[in-house]
C-alpha cells in the first residue's frame, strides 16, 4: 500500500516563507514525476509545479521565479520551498506521484496526497 505524507503547510505573513514536504511510503521501486497542485476556495485543482527523476521541472507562470521543487530520489520525497508568498498563493497544496512503479504490481501507480492548508495572510 503506497501512502503519501505531507507537512508544512500553516499559516504565513505576505511575504514570507514555507518549505512543503511529500514523502511517500510503501513498495516503491521507482517514480517518474512528482509534484505539487493546489485548490483555491471555489477554484479548480491547479498546477504548481512538477518534477521528473532526472530533475527536469515545470512550473505554472504563477509560481516560477518564487517557488522551487526538488526531490529526493532515495527518499521518495518531493519538497516544494515557496518564497515571496502571497495572499493569492492561499491553498490546500496537493502532492501527487505520477507512473510509479510499485514492487508486485502491475503497470503504473497514481496517488495524490491528504493536501496541506497554506494560509497566506496578515
Known amino acids: 500500500q503506497v501512502q503519501l505524507v505531507e507537512s508544512g503547510g500553516g499559516l504565513v505573513q505576505p511575504g514570507g516563507s514555507l518549505r512543503l514536504s511529500c514523502a511517500a511510503s510503501?513498495?516503491?521501486?521507482?517514480?517518474?514525476?512528482m509534484g505539487w497542485y493546489r485548490q483555491a476556495p471555489g477554484k479548480q485543482r491547479e498546477l504548481v509545479a512538477t518534477?521528473?527523476?532526472?530533475?527536469?521541472?515545470n512550473y505554472a507562470d504563477s509560481v516560477k521565479g518564487r517557488f522551487t521543487i526538488s526531490r529526493d530520489n532515495a527518499k521518495n520525497t518531493v519538497y516544494l520551498q515557496m518564497n515571496s508568498l502571497k495572499p493569492a498563493d492561499t491553498a490546500v497544496y496537493y502532492c501527487?506521484?505520477?507512473?510509479?512503479?510499485?514492487?508486485?504490481?502491475?503497470?503504473?501507480?497514481?496517488?495524490w496526497g491528504q493536501g496541506t492548508l497554506v494560509t497566506v495572510s496578515s
Open positions: 501527487l506521484i505520477d507512473r510509479a512503479i510499485v514492487r508486485g504490481a502491475v503497470g503504473y501507480l497514481e496517488r
Open positions: 510503501g513498495n516503491i521501486f521507482s517514480i517518474d514525476t
Open positions: 518534477i521528473t527523476t532526472p530533475g527536469t521541472t
